[in-house]
């Protein structure tokens, strides 16, 4: 699975969006609602690049399991950086 | 269906032979026990093979498979529970018990999204209880059986490492949806709430409920990215115009009053995984489910597990079943 790397702007983009995805991984899920919820009551830069880097870091602990990879494929296609 | 309820004597003798062991029962029975790898939590109330069941006799028994390489048990506190994401296994899951209204189970249902690395290692479990009847009389409580140590605050877990090639997964069975009402949103985190929000306008919420007349057996519900996490209601303090819930609502999340549902068990059915039931390894259900749809003496499509007076999947829930799978890569 290709991670975008920590620069890309993916990450800031997934976290403060209010894009919907049909994403399968619970823990995904769960974990961007909050990251958006995080970014909607402190939109600082620095917030905004925490919860990026703490999204990314999901998939890069996650990357093995087949549920994690379909989110990411999803979310990027869907982003529109395929 | 294999059975998942025992007796004392049988769970000691699996204690002795160094079984790993995640068990739920009364607190008398749990208290016999001999020490050893288990952990456990107070209730009496189960999902067993024959269906839902109330014992203060029984035990239900988890012992994690053969093919967990590695198993610790430690115990937290209200000041360290935030390490428990960190501390978890690398490729593993970890099974958590805390008991009902102690200061852990309040810290952990409201800080457990900050906690660093949240959500990045399958953290399943519990809130433990007592039987309805007992509630305020009796403490829930946890077992540490390493020491056979009971804790009224704190909160158990078990570690489990997953060899190469297989994994964790974790999800969750919630038959409520959001119906189509107000927006309801709260002015700060808390499992007591005043004011809140009615479609961006300020009111009490305890007023609200009684106007339109809400059935409090339904949860709120929010949408977390497809997740959806209730909260449920436990009563409503009328004199002092306050709702007291079983779980935190947050700041700024955005509620709904569930859509109403049918019957529990048909319904439920219909959200069993499409995979099938065989490979689940431990799941649990909650006490209202019990309650409000009357599971006693009913299957929930052969799903079997300890009643609860809360659900963790990675972070607290309500009337929510949260289930463990192992597979394999």
């Known amino acids: 699975m290709h991670i975008p790397d920590a620069s890309s702007p993916f990450w800031i983009s997934a976290v403060t969006s209010e894009r919907t995805y049909e994403l399968e991984f619970l823990a995904m899920k769960i974990l961007l609602a909050r990251l958006r919820l995080a970014v909607k009551q402190d939109a600082s830069p620095e917030s905004i690049q925490k919860c990026a880097h703490e999204l990314r870091e999901l998939f890069l602990k996650s990357q093995h399991l087949p549920k994690a990879q379909n989110d990411l494929k999803r979310m990027i296609q869907e982003g529109g950086m395929s | ?329």
Not at chain 2, 22 to 50: C, H, N, Q
Not at chain 2, 252 to 259: E, I, K, S, W
Not at chain 2, 295 to 319: C, D, H, M, S, V
Request: charged fraction near 20%; aromatic fraction near 10%; hydrophobic fraction near 40%.
């Open chain 2, 1 to 329: 269906m294999n059975p998942v309820l025992y007796g004392l004597d049988e769970v000691a003798q699996r204690i002795t032979t160094g079984a790993r062991l995640v068990l739920a029962g009364d607190e008398a029975v749990l208290s016999k026990l001999p020490k050893g790898r288990w952990i456990g939590g107070t209730i009496p109330y189960f999902m067993g093979a024959d269906g839902g069941v109330m014992s203060k006799d029984l035990i239900h028994v988890t012992e994690l498979p053969a093919s967990v390489e590695t198993a610790s048990c430690t115990t937290y506190r209200a000041d360290t529970i935030a390490r428990v994401y960190a501390d978890a296994p690398a490729n593993g899951f970890s099974i958590i018990i805390i008991p009902a209204a102690s200061p852990t189970h309040l810290s952990f249902a409201i800080n457990a999204p900050t906690y660093e690395g949240f959500a990045t290692s399958p953290l399943i479990g519990w809130i433990s209880g007592v039987h309805v009847d007992e509630i305020g009389k009796r403490r829930a409580k946890v077992f540490f059986g390493e020491t056979g140590e009971a804790l009224e605050d704190g909160a158990v877990v078990m570690q489990a490492t997953l060899p190469a090639g297989t994994y964790a997964d974790l999800n969750i069975i919630n038959i409520f949806s959001q119906g189509d009402g107000d927006t309801i949103t709260f002015p700060e985190d808390g499992f007591i709430v005043g004011d809140a929000f009615i479609n961006g306008e300020n009111t009490n919420f305890a007023d609200y409920i009684a106007a339109r007349t809400l059935d409090t057996r339904l949860p709120l519900v929010a949408n977390y990215c497809g997740a959806m996490i209730n909260i449920s209601i436990q009563r409503i303090d009328t004199a002092n115009r306050r709702v007291h819930l079983y779980a935190p609502v947050f700041r700024d999340v955005q509620y709904r009053h569930a859509a109403p549902v049918g019957d529990y068990v048909r319904e439920f059915t219909g959200h069993l995984p499409h995979d099938g039931i065989d490979s689940i390894f431990f799941s649990c259900n909650c006490i209202l489910n019990y309650l409000y749809s009357e599971l006693e003496g009913r299957k929930t499509g052969g799903i079997t597990g300890p009643i609860t007076f809360g659900e963790i999947a990675y972070q607290l829930l309500n009337q929510t079943m949260a289930y463990l799978t192992i597979r394999s890569l």
